[in-house]
């Protein structure tokens, strides 16, 4: 997938402010959800009531018809969104802005690749009449909406093409610009998702409840929890000594030593398979080699971007071979723990930078953790995912790069096609 001019505008954008945690511990941010946990139902209905006879506190999102009062018509309004009846839904997106959605939600434009993602996995991709100009080279997940009107730049996309497709919902990345809510109001309402990190499985439920696919996102987010939990379970007594330096190379294309820190996706995705990422307490961006050199990091994990090339669509690991030699071959690097013992890794940007990031965790755990991880087969996990929830036929065996070195399961190569073997190299 293309993803690196999305990454390079990111970076200049709000902190994506992910924290590791437990994959059930959140709100489910839409009004209505007046006990304030992960779903709306009855529950919602006997704490309203509560608060409306003066026994309960009043919680943020206890307005559930958006009026600016509580009362009988909230209960209503809960009982439609519990019955799939509500005429209009509001939420909370993760810009933290209040967004009223007229319902059903029929026609929708979808700006960035997580994004789409996303709404295939909620098989809701009929309801998608037109795509940013970036997504048409992401025929491999996105055979049939790669193929739709495009509406220029998932960022900074252009308001006219986009009501001409007349669509109830335009659905972005949290960065998209502010000015499209007022060029395409009052008919169309823009929603921001974050559709990674910590909040994943709150924003793909989320969607669940605009796009009237609860039950396809309770299942994914029932497969990516049960996942998380193991992994974390694992690591979660681990002392931070048992936990293995890593320096994340990020954007070797764009900036030697351009690094991530805690709130990024790399950082989240590092910790959530049980590492130490040197950078975590740093602002993301250059870091002197120096710096470097001197943390001795035991790991390198460099994100490998379209220029690379990696991920889906790439069956050849020469992109991948040469960004990893890039590294391995500054003579500044040579004492590095990392290089010395081979521990150095490009890992693709499709499986970190998406709602696939269970795959890129799954895959650094096995290689931070052997011993731990013993029976962790990442590759099966990618396998289902394809297959499961984005239903489409691929076979891991034949294509795609998505770890390089590939790692070795059960005496085979997982994370690069079979018919290859790494240079000799690249499992120093």
Same mark, same amino acid.
């Given at each position: ?14 902190? #994506? =402010?992910?924290?590791? =945690?437990? =994959? ?21 209905? !006997?704490? #309203? ?10 919680? $943020?999102?206890?307005? *559930?018809?958006?009026?600016? $009062? ?38 929708? &434009?979808?700006?960035?690749?997580? $994004? *789409? ?10 309801? &998608? ?13 996105? %055979? &049939?909406?790669?193929? /739709? ?30 000015? /499209? ?29 605009? #796009? ?7 299942? +994914? ?37 351009? !690094? ?12 959530? *398979? ?11 961006? &250059? ?9 001795? %990091?035991? +790991? ?72 731990? +991880? ?5 590759? *099966? ?8 929830? $984005? ?30 073997? %790494? ?6």
């Amino acid at each position: 997938m293309n993803r690196l001019t999305f990454v390079l505008i990111i970076m200049s954008c709000a902190s #994506l =402010a992910i924290m590791a =945690a437990d =994959a059930a511990d959140y709100t489910l941010e839409i009004f209505g959800n007046a006990d304030m946990d992960d779903t709306i139902d009855e529950d919602d209905v !006997t704490y #309203l009531e509560g608060i409306i006879d003066g026994t309960n506190e009043e919680t $943020q999102l206890a307005d *559930a018809n958006y009026d600016g $009062q509580i009362d009988e018509g909230d209960i209503a309004q809960i009982e439609q969104i519990i019955a799939d009846g509500e005429k209009e839904l509001t939420i909370v997106d993760s810009n933290g802005g209040d967004v009223t959605i007229k319902k059903p939600v029929e026609r929708v &434009v979808v700006l960035g690749d997580s $994004q *789409a993602d996303a709404v295939r996995v909620l098989r809701a991709e009929e309801k &998608v009449v037109g795509i940013d100009s970036s997504l048409p080279e992401e025929y491999v997940l996105l %055979p &049939v909406m790669s193929k /739709l009107p495009t509406v220029g730049d998932y960022l900074e996309p252009d308001a006219e093409a986009i009501l001409a497709l007349e669509p109830d919902m335009v659905l972005g990345y949290y960065s998209l610009k502010s000015e /499209l809510d007022e060029e395409i109001a009052p008919n169309v309402a823009v929603v921001r998702i974050n559709s990674r990190g910590s909040n994943m499985e709150e924003e793909l439920k989320k969607l669940g409840y605009i #796009l009237d696919r609860r039950a396809e996102a309770e299942e +994914f987010c029932e497969w990516h929890g049960e996942h998380i939990e193991m992994i974390h379970s694992r690591i979660e007594g681990l002392s931070e000594e048992d936990k293995p330096t890593i320096f994340i190379e990020a954007f070797p294309h764009y900036s030697e030593y351009y !690094t991530r820190n805690k709130d990024s996706v790399e950082g989240y995705v590092c910790e959530m *398979a049980g590492g130490t990422n040197i950078a975590a307490d740093k602002l993301s961006g &250059v870091v002197d080699a120096e710096w470097v050199i001197t943390e001795n %990091p035991e +790991f390198i994990f460099i994100g490998a971007m379209s220029a690379d090339p990696s991920g889906y669509g790439i069956d050849d690991m020469a992109g991948v071979d040469a960004t990893r030699d890039g590294v391995i071959n500054r003579p500044e690097l040579k004492d590095v723990k990392a290089i010395r013992n081979g521990n150095c890794y490009c890992v693709a940007s499709d499986i970190v930078h998406s709602i696939q990031q269970i795959i890129s965790i799954s895959y650094l755990a096995k290689l931070l953790h052997p011993e731990l +991880f013993e029976d962790l087969d990442p590759e *099966a996990i990618h396998k289902e995912y394809l297959n499961r929830f $984005q239903r489409i036929d691929y076979d891991l065996d034949d294509h795609g790069v998505f770890v390089y070195p590939p790692i070795e399961i059960d005496g085979g190569l997982a994370g690069i096609p079979d018919r290859y073997v %790494p240079q000799s190299h690249g499992a120093s």
